[in-house]
């Protein structure tokens, strides 16, 4: 039997192979080609929702370490060059020790000036009880140390109040702060910075305008409620100015006792390193006190021991503190004011040694 048609039948399919080889690569190549696209799509989905999730315009995300100290004095210099921005997030994480908070938008950028009333006692006026009534100079009104009776210190307490709310009338690019913590148990849950707010609330009638009367003044008038003695005042106000316009103070005006003006102008401005030219202290004293003996109270109590222990974090001064926080509070300022926990937590053994690292507003 012949071979030759057999042969003949099946030359023509030589080429067989090759075409199957090309429409094998031709379908490789679009079924890659396919797949590729499904993959873009879904990266590019799952970008979205990311952006849209961790990028939202509505609330500030804030992720704070409380222990990074070595990072915060690191970025002392860029937080600074920020604090006028209106940022939605802010990273501070170490070792994935971290907090987060949800706070609105910073709604005050351009407020400058910081005037902090110092609080000393507690005012229990407007609280609807009719047999106190609403005599803001009464003594009854007011929850008072011993030594602050029957010498005139609530009409000082009340013209620090008027004096402030004057001030933060004059200045637009100011923020009034009212600075006190709940120091007095018979007080309940009551704090100084709270009390004189409603003092200046009751005051209105004697002032020009009334705190409610502009939208711009009674957001210009906050309280720090925290501060256990003259140095939390200062520094524990200019961080709630911070919280509250995300920037530092360009100048500081103190308002308390001309008694007090030392040790505020010299020891606890000297111990934050706050410039001298943009610091003002205002002292209002008591009409029926003794200049010698205020002079005296001042030297033994509260100027001498702060000489000898800057910041106020051992002996007698650390007694003061435990004696006025007797609902054990505190504060946050390590969380919404991370640049400065260093600053917060030091205390050196060294009493009078001067914080080492370079704070914001020495920029």
């Not at 502009?214 to 106000?237: G, H, P």
């Amino acid at each position: 039997m012949s071979l030759l048609p057999l042969f003949n039948n099946t030359q023509p399919t030589l080429s067989s192979p090759n075409r199957f080889f090309l429409n094998k690569n031709l379908k490789s190549n679009i079924l890659f080609g396919f797949f590729t696209i499904l993959i873009i799509c879904s990266i590019t989905i799952n970008l979205y929702h990311f952006i849209n999730c961790y990028l939202e315009d509505d609330l500030e995300y804030l992720i704070i370490d409380n222990n990074n100290n070595n990072n915060s004095n690191n970025n002392n210099n860029n937080n600074n060059n920020n604090n006028n921005s209106n940022n939605k997030e802010i990273l501070y994480n170490n070792n994935n020790n971290s907090t987060q908070i949800f706070l609105p938008d910073v709604s005050y950028p351009k407020l400058k000036d910081l005037i902090i009333v110092t609080g000393h006692a507690i005012y229990l006026g407007g609280s609807n009880n009719h047999e106190i009534g609403n005599d803001e100079e009464n003594e009854e009104n007011w929850i008072l140390e011993d030594y602050q009776k029957g010498n005139g210190q609530v009409k000082a307490f009340i013209n620090h109040v008027k004096k402030g709310i004057e001030l933060v009338k004059e200045n637009d690019e100011s923020l009034l702060i009212f600075s006190g913590g709940q120091t007095r148990p018979s007080a309940g849950p009551r704090s100084e910075a709270q009390s004189y707010y409603i003092l200046a609330q009751s005051l209105n009638l004697n002032l020009s305008s009334t705190i409610n009367s502009t939208k711009s003044l009674n957001t210009r008038i906050i309280t720090e409620e925290y501060a256990r003695d003259s140095y939390e005042n200062l520094l524990f106000s200019i961080c709630r100015f911070n919280e509250y316009t995300n920037s530092y103070p360009r100048n500081i005006t103190v308002i308390g006792f001309q008694f007090k003006k030392k040790r505020f102008s010299e020891l606890h401005r000297f111990a934050l390193k706050f410039p001298l030219d943009r610091f003002n202290y205002i002292g209002i004293d008591p009409d029926n006190t003794s200049p010698l003996g205020r002079f005296v109270g001042e030297s033994v109590n509260s100027l001498g021991p702060f000489k000898q222990d800057l910041y106020g974090c051992h002996g007698k001064l650390l007694d003061k503190k435990l004696t006025r926080n007797p609902y054990r509070r505190s504060h946050p300022y390590q969380i919404s004011c991370p640049e400065l926990s260093p600053l917060l937590n030091y205390c050196p053994e060294d009493r009078i040694q001067l914080y080492p690292d370079t704070l914001p507003w020495e920029y």
